[in-house]
């Protein structure tokens, strides 16, 4: 089955530091999500792309958030400067219109 | 804005029972609806698609159905098992948009 790739899995960081997420959406899927997971909050969308150009952005902090797709194979979402705040369970989706959407695993991120 | 609501929140039943899952939702313009589940510390498992044309999806012992002109879905588990605990998420799609519902959280005991 194809599967949605995210990288690393778990990330533990101080403060400060820049952590970058990576997602490796499936093959001819146009649409990707990033998704931010929290006990408190539930599931929250942080930004969409269609046909790698970004469509909202509207729920990621842009002062330290940043999401981007270099190529149709690769999303990545940066935080700079990291904060205990962030630390979440980061999912990225892709899909393809009205064919449903794939989650990925997930990046656990811990911020110390 | 939609807005999708599960009932209940939380479920304990007793292995080999058959059992409902609900969903509804306020706006009738999507996509499709999927079912996920998702188990602790996990991802979300995509368990049934169901289009926005389409009346209702099968898989195995699960079966989802989708009435958009009310505003419903419902999930149906048969002989339900120890490894169907999990939450389940009820999700309606459109173009730009997932919204996810507030979940139902089961638990199947031996």
């Known amino acids: 089955d194809a599967r949605v790739t995210q990288t690393p899995r778990h990330k533990v960081t101080e403060m400060g530091q820049e952590v970058t997420m990576r997602c490796q959406p499936i093959l001819g899927h146009n649409t990707v999500f990033w998704y931010r997971q929290t006990m408190m909050q539930g599931l929250e969308l942080l930004a969409y792309f269609r046909n790698r150009a970004p469509l909202d952005d509207s729920g990621m902090p842009k002062d330290r958030f940043s999401a981007e797709m270099p190529d149709a194979t690769l999303a990545t979402l940066k935080i700079q400067p990291s904060e205990p705040r962030d630390s979440a369970v980061y999912f990225c989706?892709?899909?393809?219109?009205?064919?449903?959407?794939?989650f990925g695993s997930g990046t656990r991120l811990t911020v110390v | 804005k939609q807005e999708v609501t599960q009932i209940p929140a939380a479920l304990s039943v007793p292995e080999g029972e058959n059992l409902v899952l609900n969903c509804s939702f306020t706006?009738?313009?999507?996509?499709?609806l999927q079912w996920f589940r998702q188990d602790p510390g996990k991802g979300l498992t995509s368990l049934l698609l169901?289009?926005?044309?389409?009346r209702e999806q099968t898989s195995g012992r699960l079966n989802a159905s989708l009435d958009k002109s009310s505003g419903r879905s419902t999930l149906y588990i048969a002989a339900s098992q120890p490894g169907d605990s999990a939450t389940y998420l009820c999700v309606t799609g459109t173009a730009s948009k997932l919204t996810f519902g507030t979940g139902t959280r089961l638990q199947v005991t031996l």
């Open positions: 169901i289009q926005s044309s389409q």
């Open positions: 706006d009738s313009a999507i996509y499709n």
């Open positions: 989706a892709s899909g393809l219109n009205i064919y449903g959407y794939t």
